[in-house]
């Protein structure tokens, strides 16, 4: 094909684009590229080309397929941007350019979030470069077969992790199932032959399936004077496998792996087809989901609902209109082929997603979380739920509570203890109810714990949870390194305390200031035989000096304790070897950034201790309004089993204590008693709540 014959091809799919320049480009990336070959043994600039005419299909502009023409040329071939942006200006030099240093980011061996990173800087700047790269990567998953088989899992792994959910985020549907299944078949080659094999083997009864669906709906739709299109399809092979894999089923017992598609002319056209449906066949209302009155973030939009069909087969059918299904098969394409035209500022009104994803690249300084956050914004939104103000939010699969609290705003989720959605409280740790309006419950004695980590799904509600903790850790810290100081100073009886200076302290620990050093004694980086060796020379009293001698000096009987309880809830680690409550004689080991291990006083363990790592601790009196620490729950639940792990398993979540335990079962019933120790009220709450919701627990008292 000339480059005259190639350019009037992509004319014809979209007329208005620029012959001159495509022509111009075309040429100059065949000179570029000549005498280089693919591993097909095809000329290379077969390639370009082929990325070109994708970028056609998707309704691009001359300059991008220009750059798509362009894209490995200064990568292959003796030209550099410099020539490129002389030849045809800076617009296409820039994209050029993006592309070329996305390839070289990726040919690191740092595959990972700084990749992405990166790409993100430049997407943010140039969005057409994604289409650009999603063709580059099409084209190349066709000819995969020429690789070698490691390259050909590794590309096809990215392709699987990175490329498709990229396509899928934008709504670009088509490229995303051809992109997996194409990633698939070199991933897991015996289960795509499988799959393959038998949507072959029952193609012929599939459709003569469909036929018996489309045939009665048309004379339907007919009758009504319903213009419509109606078309039955095969899934594509991995969303098929998928399925198979998230419902733990064959493939012949799945009945979705075809779905019925009616396109109609308008909007009004959609409501009026579902009800013609419904009327042929019953629908089951709970698989009834309208993306037209409330679009997926990708802009998706539809009817989805699921009919008992011929022979009590249940059948997906979805119902859109035609603007409805272009967005669908070029996704936000559809809407970029104009917008891509706008000036810079608009565009990035139209990314949003882009926009929230560089603006948390520079909140995110680890990036392994920003990997997280990417691959989560990456994933299809499927949840949502509303505010009382009847702000819509939406969430990746799987979201809590508390997720949703955090992201309405920060103070919410901080002191977030459930919520009330559709006349239920939920626990923090539900998920959210898809489509309810959630109203978040909180209490200014609630506050995080390392628990809630595991309770939330996105980045944005751990990022805020994991930076809280650092900060009470830091002050809990510094507090209890005090604490441990004013006590040792007290138990050497160093009479001079006066001449202890902060400076001395601060050089003889290498730290900055006063509070770092504290800070490191509590969280147990500094070892108490430092302390200890640093204070004798302040130490002139006998008393002392004898103690010194018997390097006992921090755990002996006549010392004072230091007290411990809710300040330095945090740093305490009760030892799994004994199981000590809070109340019980403890000592305490101070651990290398952890801070306390908590003992029984009588544990076997404490004797291959070194004295000199010993702490003697005594717990604090609770204050009058931390009284409300011990409280006993009584359940009343029907006998099932493994209700009591359950029971249990909620309770441990929340952290609190276990101290005794009564359960009774008679005629079926189970009736429990649970002695709690807990820290606040809003625990309390919390697990009240949380245990409401485990299965057949019928009342929940706490006293
Ligand atoms: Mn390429």
Redesign the pocket.
């Known amino acids: 094909m000339t480059p005259e014959d190639i350019a009037q091809s992509l004319i014809d799919i979209n007329p208005k684009l620029d012959r001159e320049l495509l022509i111009k480009t075309l040429i100059f990336a065949i000179d570029a590229h000549k005498g280089q070959l693919r591993k097909s043994g095809e000329p290379y600039v077969v390639?370009?080309t082929n990325?070109g005419k994708t970028l056609a299909e998707l309704k691009m502009d001359t300059t991008v397929i220009a750059a798509g023409f362009l894209?490995?040329v200064v990568e292959d071939s003796e030209y550099s941007t410099e020539e490129i942006e002389e030849k045809f200006g800076t617009e296409i030099a820039e994209m050029v350019d993006s592309v070329t240093r996305i390839?070289d980011i990726q040919k690191g061996i740092d595959r990972t979030a700084r990749t992405f990173k990166k790409f993100l800087a430049y997407v943010s700047k140039r969005p057409q470069i994604i289409a650009i790269k999603l063709a580059?990567r099409l084209?190349?998953m066709h000819t995969l077969q020429y690789l070698a088989p490691e390259r050909q899992k590794a590309i096809s792994k990215e392709t699987l992790d990175f490329y498709a959910p990229l396509a899928h985020r934008l709504g670009l549907y088509s490229f995303k199932f051809e992109l997996e299944d194409l990633a698939f078949k070199y991933l897991n080659p015996d289960e795509y032959t499988a799959i393959e094999k038998h949507l072959e083997l029952t193609s012929k009864e599939r459709e003569e399936y469909i036929q018996s669906i489309i045939f009665p709906l048309n004379i339907k739709m007919n009758l009504e004077q319903l213009d419509c299109d109606i078309r039955g399809r095969s899934k594509h092979i991995y969303s098929i496998y998928e399925k198979m894999k998230a419902r733990g089923c064959k493939i012949d017992e799945l009945y979705d792996i075809f779905a019925i598609r009616i396109i109609v002319n308008q909007i009004a056209d959609c409501y009026m087809a579902l009800g013609y449906l419904h009327n042929l066949w019953m629908p089951l209302y709970s698989r009834f989901k309208d993306y037209i009155a409330v679009p997926k973030p990708n802009l998706y939009q539809s009817l989805h609902t699921t009919v008992i069909g011929p022979q009590g087969k249940l059948v997906e059918v979805q119902i859109r209109t035609k603007d409805m299904n272009e967005t669908a098969e070029y996704g936000m394409a559809a809407h970029w082929a104009y917008k891509f035209n706008l000036k810079k500022e608009e565009l990035e009104k139209n990314m949003d997603w882009v926009n929230k994803i560089t603006k948390m690249q520079n909140e995110i300084s680890n990036s392994t979380e920003f990997l997280g956050f990417l691959h989560e914004s990456l994933l299809p939104e499927d949840s949502y739920a509303w505010t009382p103000q009847g702000k819509k939010i939406t969430l990746p699969l799987g979201a809590t509570i508390l997720d949703f609290a955090f992201a309405v705003h920060t103070d919410l989720g901080l002191h977030c203890l459930g919520a009330r959605a559709a006349g239920k409280v939920l626990a923090i740790d539900a998920s959210i109810p898809t489509g309810e309006t959630i109203q978040i419950l909180q209490s200014n004695s609630q506050e995080p714990q390392e628990t809630w980590l595991s309770m939330t799904k996105t980045q944005k509600a751990q990022n805020t949870i994991r930076h809280w903790l650092r900060k009470a850790i830091t002050t809990q810290s510094m507090l209890l390194g005090k604490k441990i100081w004013q006590k040792e100073l007290q138990n050497l009886k160093i009479s001079n305390v006066n001449s202890l200076y902060d400076a001395d302290i601060c050089k003889a620990f290498k730290v900055q200031n006063i509070n770092a050093f504290y800070e490191n004694l509590g969280k147990g980086e500094i070892p108490l035989k430092d302390i200890f060796t640093f204070l004798k020379q302040y130490s002139d009293h006998s008393y002392a000096w004898s103690k010194l001698k018997l390097f006992n000096v921090f755990s002996s009987s006549e010392d004072s304790p230091i007290s411990i309880g809710y300040n330095e809830r945090f740093l305490l680690n009760y030892a799994s070897c004994c199981n000590p409550l809070p109340g019980d004689l403890v000592k305490g080991i101070l651990k290398s950034g952890k801070g306390i291990e908590i003992h029984k006083e009588d544990c076997k363990i404490l004797n291959k201790i070194p004295q000199d790592q010993l702490l003697a601790l005594q717990w604090e009196e609770p204050e009058a309004a931390e009284r409300e620490q011990k409280c006993v729950l009584r359940v009343e639940a029907t006998g099932r089993v493994a209700i009591e792990k359950d029971i249990f398993s909620t309770i441990a979540k929340y952290n609190a204590l276990v101290k005794k335990t009564i359960f009774e079962s008679k005629e079926g019933r189970v009736n429990g008693r649970i002695d709690l120790l807990a820290f606040n009220s809003a625990q309390i709450k919390n697990i009240e709540q949380s245990l409401q919701t485990v299965a057949g627990i019928r009342k929940v008292v706490v006293s």
């Open positions: 390639h370009p990325v894209h490995d390839s580059d084209d190349n």
